[in-house]
């Protein structure tokens, strides 16, 4: 008899699933550091209790934007830190090229295809409601652009899930890589405010793909401003 992890992969043949190692995950997280640490000469965010006081209870989507190869790592990183049972929809196509990222919780997701989309979609739902400490990193752009363009436009993947979904939280997330005054660029992350959402299958997704971006735009914002204006007194250093 199948268990429940193999049915869920065989309904989903078509698409890539998440092939979870804990090994993997321990192994990569060491790599990463160093990696991380050889390309830049610090690491900060702010805002990290949204993630430590998130109740593992509760499946957690951290929504971010997309402006460098790096921010998934940068992610998987700040996550590792709080040992959430981390997950992420990734284009099919990158995917394809870096299957062991399938090893610390990667899926693929076709946009271009809607049925295909939705199917991955609905993994998503199946795994978040799966258990606890369960925690989901999306890029609701669908591509790589730069950290200053206006205005922000999502898919409507991110309001699928929560209207799938009986309940769970979302922090908007925004990245920005800068040099100041040194030789390598530093990392600055900025965490915003969560937000619960429960029994939302009748809201409407365009509203709510809306209300998202205009989150993610002013977190995206006030992270520009924060750095102009040198405030990083409440940025907790990660190295």
Not at 3 to 18: D, K, R, V, W
Not at 76 to 91: C, R, W
């Amino acid at each position: 008899m199948k268990s429940p992890a193999e049915l869920i992969n065989a309904y989903h043949e078509n698409m890539l699933t998440a092939n979870k190692s804990i090994w993997f995950e321990k192994l990569f997280g060491v790599y990463n550091r160093n990696l991380l640490k050889r390309n830049f000469h610090s690491f900060w965010v702010h805002n990290f209790q949204e993630l430590k006081t998130s109740d593992k209870n509760i499946p957690l989507i951290i929504y971010a934007n997309h402006s460098s190869w790096w921010d998934g790592l940068i992610l998987f990183e700040i996550l590792k830190t709080n040992d959430f049972e981390s997950y992420a929809l990734m284009e099919e196509k990158q995917l394809s090229k870096y299957r062991l990222f399938r090893k610390l919780g990667a899926f693929s997701i076709i946009r271009e295809n809607f049925r295909e989309s939705i199917k991955s979609l609905n993994y998503a739902v199946e795994i978040l409601s799966k258990g606890k400490n369960k925690t989901l990193l999306i890029f609701p752009q669908g591509e790589i652009f730069p950290n200053d363009k206006r205005p922000l436009e999502f898919f409507n993947g991110l309001s699928y899930l929560i209207t799938k979904l009986d309940k769970c939280t979302l922090i908007p997330c925004s990245v920005r890589l800068e040099f100041i005054q040194k030789f390598k660029p530093e990392i600055f992350v900025k965490l915003g405010e969560s937000e619960f959402y429960s029994q939302t299958e009748n809201l409407n997704r365009k509203s709510l793909t809306k209300h998202f971006e205009e989150k993610l735009t002013e977190n995206l914002d006030l992270l520009k401003s924060d750095i102009i204006e040198n405030k990083f007194d409440d940025f907790q250093k990660i190295f």
